[in-house]
């Protein structure tokens, strides 16, 4: 197995209280995120930040409010799990990590196969995101406790849809990092 752990949209406008769009329990989800990146860091598995990055009149804004505006201070990463130099930084668009960006080309060339999917929201850029790699042959593992969504039900949804459509690997933080 080659994985990558995969941080999808921790950004400022995402995660900051009152934050355009603010998924409040993805507060919750940053220590074990910080636990899972240390221990990578440790066995130099790559870490990956997939990051919201729009325009300013992007057509995303006739969903959503306007957020993660390139270039913005919302469009960053939270301080508690700043990039560090080494690591991978993929701007996206849309809520799929794959779609019209370097991703899938970057991890052919590191010949990675496992994907590790943490950040938020469970049942939107993390449920697209893994569904695509999936569609593209990758082993796709979620720790519970790493992603978070605006309600439990949105949440919970997601997992089962992971685990049981796309045979993603759904599993307890702990269990993911004993298998690095
Ligand atoms: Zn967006």
């Known amino acids: 197995m080659k994985p990558a752990i995969v941080i999808i949209d921790m950004l400022n406008d995402f995660i900051l209280e009152g934050a355009p769009l603010e998924c409040a329990k993805g507060r919750e989800i940053i220590e074990p995120i910080n636990k899972l990146i240390e221990h990578g860091r440790k066995k130099n598995i790559p870490i990956i930040f997939i990051t919201d990055s729009h325009d300013p009149n992007d057509r995303e804004f006739k969903i959503w409010p306007p957020h993660a505006v390139e270039n913005s201070k919302g469009s960053e990463v939270i301080d508690e799990l700043k990039p ?52 593209l042959g990758y082993n796709v593992k979620v720790p519970r406790e790493g992603v978070a969504a605006l309600t439990d039900e949105d949440h919970e949804f997601a997992l089962k849809h992971l685990e049981n459509v796309l045979k993603a690997d759904v599993d307890s933080l702990d269990n993911i990092i004993n298998q690095l």
């Open 84 to 135: 560090q130099k080494g690591d991978i930084i993929v701007k996206k668009k849309t809520y799929d990590g794959f779609f019209r960006t370097n991703l899938d080309e970057l991890l052919k060339e590191k010949k990675i196969d496992t994907l590790i999917l943490t950040g938020v929201c469970t049942d939107i850029c993390i449920l697209h995101t893994g569904s695509s790699a999936t569609l």
